[in-house]
């Protein structure tokens, strides 16, 4: 028999046999939730601040059962409120919290993907940042458009305390949680009115962003937007 034909298929099986001993070791095990304050995001979020508070005049629209059930699959928690100003300007805050955000099976759903399978169209995608009095906030800003309805959306995700955006930068943001053996929590915040102007709907929903973060505790923000300048 030739040597490098015997040799070949032991190295690879000592590979393989490497790579899952690897893998077990740096297998995330400590879940970041567990050693947080627990989190409420009704209580986290709070109903009135800076001219804005909850639109009671909306009734939020129930989900069927079958959504209902994948949507508890996912997610720990999900918030859905409209707010109103003193103008009577409007602006809808959904966010969706996962204890679990190890890997891409149960991750928060991106909003491109919600909003097509909704039946809507989307006109424009754009990562862009949002400056706040903590930092800046890495977001990405969608135009979605179905009928006569224009919804221009701001969002972002956090994974652990870091507020990152859906690709590699969270893919990279994972790993280095699952080297420390870490299971990330995160969440996805997302805002968006209904408005013909895109860029006037963009600047009151950064100005509603940067009253929602100022109002709010340090804790809560650092869960929600992750940790500024860290």
């Excluded at 046999?17 to 209580?43: C, N, W, Y």
């Excluded at 940042?129 to 969608?142: E, I």
């Excluded at 915040?189 to 963009?202: E, F, G, K, L, P």
Aim: hydrophobic share 40%.
């Amino acid at each position: 028999m030739n040597r490098h034909h015997f040799i070949t298929p032991v190295v690879i099986c000592l590979l393989m046999i490497s790579a899952m001993a690897l893998g077990f070791v740096l297998k995330p095990h400590q879940r970041m939730a567990d050693e947080l304050p627990p989190l409420s995001l009704t209580m986290a979020i709070p109903e009135r601040f800076s001219g804005w508070s909850i639109d009671k005049n909306i009734v939020p629209v129930s989900q069927s059962a079958d959504v209902q059930a994948k949507l508890d699959e996912i997610y720990s928690q999900t918030l859905a409120r409209t707010y109103i100003n003193t103008q009577g300007q409007r602006i809808m805050l959904s966010i969706a919290y996962g204890a679990d955000q190890s890997g891409d099976g149960n991750q928060v759903h991106r909003p491109e993907f919600c909003y097509t399978a909704q039946g809507f169209q989307l006109l424009s995608n754009i990562i862009g940042n949002l400056k706040t009095q903590y930092g800046t906030l890495p977001v990405r800003r969608l135009l979605a458009v179905q009928g006569p309805r224009n919804e221009p959306i701001t969002y972002w995700v956090t994974v652990g305390d870091k507020a990152t955006l859906p690709g590699i930068s969270r893919k990279l943001k994972q790993l280095a949680y699952g080297l420390t053996g870490t299971v990330p929590d995160g969440m996805l915040v997302r805002v968006s009115s209904i408005d013909s102007d895109s860029a006037n709907a963009y600047k009151l929903q950064e100005k509603f962003i940067q009253d929602l973060l100022q109002a709010m505790p340090t804790q809560d923000r650092a869960r929600v937007a992750g940790r500024f300048g860290a």
